[in-house]
């Protein structure tokens, strides 16, 4: 009775390891099987970017929703979606590091979206009331001047935000200024829907190397913005912090770049990574979203015509003061991360999140405010990350007060997506809001109802 206890043991202990040998097994092939396809989609679109970059082709993209959706606090959006189906996600874009998908303007009654690689697409708004958009590329000469390899594969190496002025289109990239050795840097064309000639508009010898420094790309800012006859952008630290406080570096600032490029001054310090850059030009005001470290992401307002007054260029106090912590939990005598900003003479951000929501662009949308008070200043602005808990894959509206000192009003729009970047469209008297969502490569457009 033993032994045949024993032997009826055995062979379900025996067949248990063979159910999870088979579990493994399959696993690893889905696994595998996920990884093909992925390769598969990156290599077809390295093939068709390389078309589009040199040609003017259609590329249809598709409707993937047309529904209401509901914010946390009850409002009602009507919401489109459409499905750039060729162009990889972010989660694919991810060996050795993700590339961002891309980035969205307009120019007259015309949306322009540049991918990631530098693909730079258009349609028709009113393309959007059906159910599929035929965008046609721009052929431009990015491949020419652009030649870093990384740029155009799966890499952190890729454009970082793209602006139109007039008739003139810029975009910011991550520029190898010599072997190894990254800036964030500006292009600029005259634009047209034939042809884009881009030549250099804004850089700089300063570069931080992949190898001999501790070097970050994703952490390099690049929004671009327009204020006073200059263009206003934002450049990350590469995660160099102490740059961010030296200010005969140009990381780790918002600076302010004549229109013919040749000069520029420091309009704030402090930096660690803005993703986001907003002129209310009613209140001469600069809006930014900046990544924190773990914890610690910002929104912070800089009170131009304040600290002029004061002789005084603003500083936001990284990495000094930070509501976050360093990733790897060491502490640094250059980089202590107080929690106070404000007791160290910095600029205290007007709402930091801990957790970090992985913030991104943001967009003013007064016309569209739910509080229908001419005297706030309302926004939306996107978040990435992964934790729907935490704020995470959301638009995020709130509500400022005319002053910019309080807030009166904040909702969330549950995307379940990466909100990359905002543009804001009036079309027939109507305000839409469009944005890049990531995870899928898809443009959303979103109306109060």
């Not at 305000?431 to 979103?446: K, R």
Request: aromatic share 14%; with cysteine.
């Amino acid at each position: 009775m033993y032994l045949l206890k024993k032997d009826y043991l055995l062979n379900i202990t025996i067949f248990i390891i063979l159910i999870c040998f088979f579990c493994i097994g399959k696993l690893e092939s889905e696994n595998l099987d996920q990884e093909i396809d992925d390769l598969l989609k990156i290599n077809t679109w390295e093939l068709l970017s390389k078309n589009l970059r040199n040609s003017n082709d259609l590329l249809k993209i598709n409707i993937n929703k047309n529904e209401n959706i509901i914010s946390n606090k009850g409002n009602t959006y009507s919401y489109k979606s459409f499905d750039i189906k060729e162009l990889p996600g972010y989660d694919i874009w991810k060996d050795p590091y993700p590339k961002p998908v891309g980035y969205i303007d307009s120019y007259k009654d015309n949306v322009i979206f540049v991918s990631g690689d530098g693909v730079f697409l258009y349609f028709n708004y009113e393309e959007t009331s059906n159910n599929n958009i035929s965008t046609q590329s721009i052929k431009s000469n990015i491949s020419e001047i652009i030649q870093d390899k990384d740029f155009y594969r799966p890499s952190w190496i890729s454009v970082k935000d793209l602006l139109i002025i007039d008739n003139e289109i810029y975009i910011s990239y991550t520029k190898e200024v010599s072997e190894n050795c990254y800036n964030i840097s500006i292009l600029s064309s005259n634009f047209s829907f034939n042809s884009l000639n881009f030549s250099e508009f804004f850089s700089y010898n300063e570069c931080v190397h992949t190898k001999k420094d501790v070097f970050n790309a994703h952490q390099s800012g690049g929004k671009l913005s327009y204020k006073d006859e200059k263009i206003i952008f934002t450049t990350g630290d590469f995660r160099q912090m102490i740059k961010a406080q030296d200010p005969k570096s140009v990381l780790g600032k918002i600076i302010s770049i004549s229109m013919d490029g040749k000069k520029f001054e420091i309009i704030s310090y402090g930096h660690r990574n803005p993703q986001g850059l907003f002129y209310d030009n009613k209140s001469n005001v600069i809006i930014n979203t900046e990544h924190g470290p773990r914890g610690g992401d910002e929104i912070n307002i800089n009170f131009i015509e304040n600290d002029s007054k004061k002789n005084k260029t603003p500083n936001f106090g990284w990495p000094i003061s930070s509501y976050g912590e360093h990733y790897d939990g060491v502490y640094r005598d250059y980089a202590p991360l107080y929690k106070s900003h404000n007791e160290y003479g910095y600029i205290e951000p007007i709402k930091y999140f801990d957790p970090s929501i992985g913030i991104s662009d943001i967009v003013g949308i007064n016309e569209l405010d739910i509080q229908k008070n001419s005297n706030t200043n309302s926004f939306f602005y996107g978040a990435m990350g992964t934790n729907i808990d935490e704020g995470d894959l959301s638009i995020h509206h709130i509500v400022f007060d005319e002053n910019y000192s309080n807030i009166l009003f904040e909702d969330t729009i549950i995307m379940m997506d990466r909100i990359r970047d905002f543009e804001k469209i009036n079309h027939n008297n109507q305000i839409y809001i469009l944005f890049v969502l990531e995870n899928n490569s898809e443009i959303g457009i979103i109306k109060l109802i």
